[in-house]
């Protein structure tokens, strides 16, 4: 059974740092597409990076454009986001999701492109 576990979630002040990571089991790392997605209180849930299977391909949600990178280490079956500048509107609930092939066939930001999910880490931003 696949499995995803995400880290690295905590709580920064605003414009500070965090890398989540998600590791996973039971998959082809190198034949699965993967994507961030974050929910927050009352919201619903969003992608915020995706990346094909290779990892040469990212694509990103218009609110974290050149503030957040999404990566993948095919090796080590590890998702990462690098999230920099963080804001107080990133707060949220993050999750990390996979499918099995080299890229999605509608929107990868989509959650019905994904069939494993991970937990979710926690993301809180202060002001």
């Known amino acids: 059974q696949v499995q995803l576990v995400e880290s690295g979630g905590g709580s920064v002040q605003a414009g500070g740092s965090l890398r989540l990571s998600c590791a996973a089991s039971?998959?082809?790392?190198?034949?699965?597409?993967m994507a961030w997605f974050r929910q927050a209180p009352g919201k619903e849930r969003e992608g915020v990076a995706a990346i094909y299977a290779g990892g040469r391909f990212t694509v990103y949600a218009d609110s974290v454009k050149g503030r957040f990178t999404i990566s993948k280490d095919n090796a080590k079956n590890t998702l990462y986001l690098q999230m920099n500048s963080l804001k107080p509107e990133d707060t949220a609930m993050y999750y990390c999701a996979a499918n099995r092939g080299i890229y999605a066939n509608g929107d990868i930001l989509g959650e019905d492109e994904y069939n494993y999910w991970g937990q979710g880490t926690q993301v809180t931003v202060s002001s």
């Open positions: 039971e998959i082809t790392f190198s034949n699965a597409y």
